[in-house]
T-cell receptor, first 115, second 114 residues
């Protein structure tokens, strides 16, 4: 399968713990996006990389959140000192820099539950 | 600014009947429009997009959508629904020549009953 992959698929943690999620994009895609989705809502943008450069960050991305894409391939999203409000599905998407025809392809998501 | 409205939380149709899932948008400029489908506990799957050209766009699994600039709409349609089409459908918009970040609607749950 050459789609976007995310690990882990599920994560249960206690409030105050740190968690890290990984996203592996489609191999030739140079853009990578992170979204958060809560029940009954569409995906909300968190941050975006072009190759290894983090180009945009949403105001939703508090200081407790950090994302990296060190070699322009896979990316990690870390949440420090988790809160119950962080419980959500975290989605990763990737796209090929195809100019205006840019289309994002999503991974299966990581469902985070903070107890 | 850009926004999307999906006015129906849920749409129910009988198998074999045509289906429509509605989407209206607001952008400052020309829109790029997308439809995605999400099955339970899965990520979003791309269905189709409108960038430019023909207002009727054909996508995966027999779905199509019609871009209507005057009504600022991009409704998703299928001539004959299948039970397996039951899922969450998301419309998204981004402005042409702007950010690559789309804004998604809240989603519409499509239920196709036998």
């Amino acid at each position: 399968d050459t789609g976007v992959s995310q690990n882990p698929r599920h994560k249960i943690t206690k409030r105050g713990q740190n968690v890290t999620f990984r996203c592996d994009p489609i191999s030739e895609h140079n853009r990578l996006y992170w979204y958060r989705q809560t029940l009954g809502q569409g995906p909300e943008f968190l941050t975006y990389f072009q190759n290894e450069a983090q180009l945009e960050k949403s105001r939703l991305l508090s200081d407790r959140f950090s994302a990296e894409r060190p070699k322009g391939s896979f990316s990690t999203l870390e949440i420090q000192r988790t809160e119950q409000g962080d419980s959500a599905m975290y989605l990763c998407a990737s796209s090929l820099d195809a100019g205006e025809a840019d289309t994002q392809y999503f991974g299966p998501g990581t469902r985070l539950t903070v107890l | 600014a850009q926004s999307v409205a999906q006015p129906e939380d849920q749409v129910k149709v009988a198998e074999g009947n045509p289906l429509t899932v509605k989407c209206t948008y607001s952008v400052s400029g020309n829109p790029y429009l997308f439809w995605y489908v999400q099955y339970p506990n899965r990520g979003l799957q791309f269905l189709l997009k409108y960038i430019t050209g023909d207002n009727l766009v054909k996508g995966s699994y027999g779905f199509e959508a019609e871009f209507n600039k005057s009504q600022t709409s991009f409704h998703l349609k299928k001539p004959s629904a299948l039970v397996s089409d039951s899922a969450l459908y998301f419309c998204a918009v981004r402005v042409a020549l702007g950010s690559y970040i789309p804004t998604f609607g809240r989603g519409t749950s499509l239920i196709v009953h036998p």
